[in-house]
C-alpha cells in the first residue's frame, strides 16, 4: 500500500493536520516509509484537487493556523478500491545477514559477539513491540473487528522478531557446539 492509500486510511480514522499525519506515520511501523514531509503535504494537495479530502482551516491561540483534512465519500471509494487490490507480499531484506555472510575473516569469538549484539538489538526491539501492544489509544477502535485486526497486526511484528530472537538463539548455539565443521 503507497503513502497515498496509507494517508487516505489515516484520514478515515480521524481528521488530522499534515503534521499529525506526518507524526502518525513516522511514530510507526506499520506505515513504512522514507520520503521527507513535503512528499506529504504534496499528496494532501494532489488528494484536495481530486476531491478525495477536504480541508478546514482551524485558528489556534499563540500559533498559526492550521489545515485539518478529512476524507471525503469519493475519497472512501478510492481507498476502499486500494484496499481490494492484491497484497504485495513483503520484502525480506536483512542487512543483518549480508553481515554474517561475510564473517569468514572473523575468529569464532568475534561471530559470537556479533550474534550476541544482533540478540540485544532483537531483544529490544522485541520487548519495544510488546510495550507498545499492551498500550492503546495509539490506534484506530471504531470496533471490535478493527481493534482484533490491529492487535493482530501488533502480533504479527511481535512474532517476527520473537521468530528472528529464535533463529539467533539457534544459531548461536549451532556455532558454540560447532555443528558447522564437517563430519
Known sequence: MDLRSAILGLLS???????????????SDVFYWSGNNNQIYKILLELQKEELVSHQVQLQESLPAKKVYSITEKGLSEL???LLATPEIP????????????TEILS?????????K????????????QHQSARSGSIPER????KYLWKRIADNFIN?????????????REFSEGK???K
Open 80 to 82: 476502499r478500491q486500494s
Open 13 to 27: 480514522w480521524k481528521q488530522s493536520s499534515g503534521y499529525d499525519l506526518k507524526q502518525i506515520i513516522s511514530d
Open 108 to 116: 569464532d569469538k568475534e561471530i559470537l559477539t556479533l550474534l550476541k
Open 160 to 172: 517476527t522478531y520473537q521468530a528472528e530472537l529464535d533463529w539467533v538463539h539457534q544459531t548461536q
Open 143 to 146: 470496533s471490535k473487528r478493527e
Open 91 to 102: 520484502e525480506l531484506h536483512k542487512n543483518f545477514l549480508v553481515q554474517l555472510a561475510w
Open 118 to 129: 544482533y540478540e540485544d538489538e532483537i531483544s529490544d526491539r522485541l520487548r519495544m513491540y
Open 180 to 182: 558447522f565443521e564437517d
